[in-house]
């Protein structure tokens, strides 16, 4: 699944791309990706005529906000992936959803698996106050640091009160939006901690390299348009693959020298996850 600096770009790139354009046609291959709508006349009925105002993330969902007090919410899932481009360009055979603008072309939702008929991507049409039932507040989220920054101090006490492993830790949606498999290995080996590290044995400054780790590698992330690797591929919405694959430290790296003591960084597996880190991290 992708995580939270793909889902950051995408969102940027949309904010750039879809903001104050109206929406002329709206075609449906499959609704199992729209399950709050029953017939594809229902899609296009809610979405042709309307104008998009604002593009936001809530947590790994985009949200496109309407100018009939509605709101598109796109949830790629494990699967899915967007795509703008000129109208003429031909359907790829797993879009599953194109909206096309009045101006400048469509933008396409694809979902690599709608050809078994195991589509992940959702598309949701909904009035804005049924927003939140849909994909939560911010309060019922893990920390996002993007969105709702906080001092260390804070961090640390939101930190310290947690018993779980730091990859546990990281990993959990319902602790951190976003940060999976790729980044919690960059974060914990940025911040020199062990993966197995308890998080309430942290000392204080365990904690604040903690924290600039976290800040740190999803900016940089994001400033690199995300991560895309052969086994968990990312494109833009300008279909250009995230380029911060070069610049990885541990993640995928097991035998290779590490660049803070030039041993061979490790893998190992915790809790049912893949883990890759270096001798140094304590």
């Known amino acids: 699944m992708l995580e939270l600096p793909e889902i950051e770009t995408l969102r940027r ?13 709206v075609e449906v291959s499959s609704l199992k990706v729209v399950p709050n709508l029953r017939t594809k006349k229902a899609v296009s009925d809610a979405l042709e005529g309307t ?9 790994l969902a985009i949200v496109l906000t309407l100018d009939n007090d509605h709101a598109l919410v796109l949830q790629l899932g494990e699967d899915g992936r967007l795509q703008r481009c000129p109208s003429k360009t031909k359907s790829d055979p797993e879009t599953v959803v194109k909206i096309t603008f ?10 690599s698996k709608v050809l078994t008929g195991k589509a992940s991507a959702r598309v949701d049409i909904v009035p804005l106050e049924e ?3 849909l994909i939560g507040t911010p309060e019922s989220r893990g920390l996002d640091l993007l969105v709702r920054p906080i001092a260390w101090i804070k961090f640390g006490s939101y930190i310290l009160r ?7 830790l990281l990993t959990d949606q319902s602790v951190f939006v976003g940060i999976g498999p790729i980044y919690s290995d960059e974060i914990l080996f940025d911040a020199g ?3 197995d590290r308890p998080a309430s044995g942290l000392s204080m400054q365990e904690v604040r390299r903690l924290y600039r780790a ?10 690199y348009r995300g991560t895309s690797l052969p086994g968990r591929p990312f494109i833009d919405l300008a279909g250009k693959p995230g380029e911060y694959a070069e610049h990885l430290t541990v993640y995928g790296k097991e035998g290779q020298l590490s660049q803070r003591s030039r041993d061979p960084i490790l893998k190992t597996t915790f809790r049912g996850m893949t883990v890759f880190y270096c001798s140094t991290q304590v």
């Open 13 to 25: 790139d949309l904010e750039r791309e879809a903001v104050g354009k109206k929406i002329k046609t």
């Open 193 to 195: 901690i062990r993966y």
């Open 214 to 223: 976290v800040v740190g590698i999803l900016h940089d992330a994001i400033k």
């Open 51 to 59: 104008k998009v105002t604002l593009v936001e993330r809530h947590g």
């Open 102 to 111: 009045t101006q400048g072309g469509d933008l396409r939702i694809l979902d």
């Open 162 to 168: 947690r018993t779980e492993p730091l990859k546990v």
């Open 131 to 133: 927003l939140a039932p």
